[in-house]
């Protein structure tokens, strides 16, 4: 019954930008920090951003700080990542999740959330 699903991606220019959306259903979304991750072909999971329950607290990847913003909206049980100025390096499968059972910072796989979404795939090229 948990389900995340994830919409917004596409293929944009570099300097663009993107809206990431994840709709959650099946478990109490406001009693729950959320995550976006990211896959780029050929790479590893990355951490790249986090937001506690009522969205007070926000962490973001180093490479995406500046440039990317996550929110939440608890009545509609929705995230957001808006994705600015977009370079070829954010090209990734992007993943919203919840319940790490690693730290931030750590290496991971899917398999370490307690659930995540299909993905919904970024390309940044000219």
């Known amino acids: 019954q948990v389900q995340l699903v994830e919409s917004g991606g596409g293929l944009v220019q570099p300097g663009g930008s993107l809206r990431l959306s994840c709709v959650a259903s099946?478990?109490?979304?406001?009693?729950?920090?959320m995550y976006w991750v990211r896959q780029a072909p050929g790479k590893g999971l990355e951490w790249v951003s986090l937001?506690?329950?009522?969205?007070?607290?926000?962490v973001y990847e180093d490479s995406v700080l500046g440039r990317f913003t996550v929110s939440r909206d608890n009545t509609k049980n929705t995230l957001y990542l808006q994705m600015n100025n977009l370079t070829s390096e954010d090209t990734a499968v992007y993943y919203c999740?919840?319940?790490?059972?690693?730290?931030?910072?750590?290496?991971?796989?899917?398999?370490?959330?307690?659930?995540w979404g299909q993905g919904t795939r970024v390309t940044v090229s000219p």
């Open positions: 937001i506690t329950h009522e969205g007070r607290s926000k």
């Open positions: 999740a919840k319940d790490p059972t690693k730290g931030w910072g750590f290496k991971l796989t899917l398999a370490d959330f307690g659930a």
């Open positions: 099946g478990f109490f979304f406001s009693d729950h920090w």
